[in-house]
Every structure is written in C-alpha cells, then in structure tokens.
T-cell receptor, first 112, second 115 residues
Framework: NAGVTQTPKFQVLKTGQSMTLQCAQD?????MYWYRQDPGMGLRLIYY???????DKGEVPNGYNVSRLNKREFSLRLESAAPSQTSVYFC???????????FGPGTRLLVL | GNSVTQMEGPVTLSEEAFLTINCTYT??????LFWYVQYPGEGLQLLLK?????DKGSNKGFEATYRKETTSFHLEKGSVQVSDSAVYFC????FGSGGYQKVTFGIGTKLQVIP
C-alpha cells in the first residue's frame, strides 16, 4: 500500500514549455486534490475532483488544467509554464469529499 | 473568508523542552481543525485533529484542544525530540455549497530541535 504517489519528484522547465504532473492513489479514495505550496503562503488548492468524472476549480486554477483519468489517477497539466508557477505541488486524496486528506510526497517544479 | 494564523518561525528548542505552537483561526460556522506535520523532503502527514469545540486531539505525545471561545487550536508537546524537527501546519476544514471540503492552511511553523 503505497498511499499517494507523485511523479516526477523534481522538474526544471523553461518558460513556455508544457508538462504534466502525475498523481496516483491506491487507497480506493473517491476525492483527489492538487495544491501548490509557496514560502509564507501555506498550501493553496488548485483543482479538486470530488469523484471520478468530476473536476472543479480551487483557489488558484489559472494556468492549470486537470484530468481525472480514472478513480486512481489525477493529473495536473501546465500548458505554458511561467516563472510564477515555480512551486512545490502536492497531490492529496480522501475517502470522500468530507473525509481527511492524505498527501503525496510532492513535486518540486522550477520554471526558468 | 476563512483564515488560519500561525507564526512562521523557525522555533528553536533544546531536546526535552516544552513546545507550544500557537494557531488561531477565523471562520464562519463550525470548522474541524487539524495539525499536519511535514518532515524534510516529504509530504504532509496528519498529526491530529478535532472536530468540535472542547475536543482534544492527540498523537505521538502532541496534543491540541479546540477552543471555540478563543478561536484557537494551539499545539503542545511536553518534551520534544530531535526527530520532531519538521514544519507544522495548522488547518481548518469547512464544507462548500456543493458538499466538498475546503481546507485552509496556515503558513507553517518550522521547528528545529537541537541536542
């Protein structure tokens, strides 16, 4: 039981490049979330998926898209990376939209 | 809107010292309250939680009491160890109109415990 896994662990992009951050959970959770963590700002919700087949915007969705590929996987895509998207990205999941969230180890992204 | 306030730190303590990390919140309604811990290079782990006023959450020697009258959820531990060095996040959870949970995090407090 690996919990929540994220790939890659670290990535460097040039401005304008695109990439997809992958997240998978093996806990049979229905809800999944993407956060970004920036110094002095705590974690901010980018997008979430309350259940398979649904996605909704969080606090800071601009510049991102998501796909809930199936119950296990929830990916985050940056179509045209900007330096302001330099951050640590965390994926989380919960049994349903009301239960405690469990976090992955994070992806550190640097946009030059 | 909802908010969580905690000091950024770092808080530096000697081993076996008493720890308090203050957390206060503002929210409309009755949130659940959480402490998460993040060890270096890892994701956030749930440390403890409390879902209603006067509840006390506890885990691994840490405890926090949900104080509605002072809107606080301070984290305490009687005797810290070097292995407790980490960043601690206070968070509150409310539910949005669609039934989904909205979690608001504080900025995190870095704790350094020296031998």
């Amino acid at each position: 039981n690996a919990g929540v896994t994220q790939t890659p662990k670290f990535q460097v992009l040039k401005t304008g490049q695109s990439m997809t951050l992958q997240c998978a959970q093996d806990m049979n959770h229905n809800s999944m979330y993407w956060y970004r963590q920036d110094p002095g700002m705590g974690l901010r919700l980018i997008y979430y998926s309350a259940s398979e087949g649904t996605t909704d915007k969080g606090e800071v969705p601009n510049g991102y898209n998501v796909s809930r590929l199936n119950k296990r996987e929830f990916s985050l895509r940056l179509e045209s990376a900007a330096p302001s998207q330099t951050s640590v990205y965390f994926c989380a999941s919960s049994w349903d939209s009301q239960e405690t969230q469990y976090f992955g180890p994070g992806t550190r992204l640097l946009v030059l | 809107g909802n908010s969580v306030t905690q000091m950024e730190g770092p808080v530096t303590l000697s081993e076996e010292a008493f720890l308090t990390i203050n957390c206060t919140y503002t929210a409309t309604g009755y949130p659940s309250l959480f402490w998460y811990v993040q060890y270096p290079g890892e994701g956030l782990q749930l440390l403890l939680k409390a879902t209603k006023a006067d509840d006390k959450g506890s885990n691994k020697g840490f405890e926090a009491t949900y104080r509605k009258e002072t809107t606080s959820f301070h984290l305490e531990k009687g005797s810290v160890q070097v292995s407790d060095s980490a960043v601690y996040f206070c968070a509150l959870r409310m539910f949005g109109s669609g039934g989904y949970q909205k979690v608001t995090f504080g900025i995190g407090t870095k704790l350094q415990v020296i031998p």
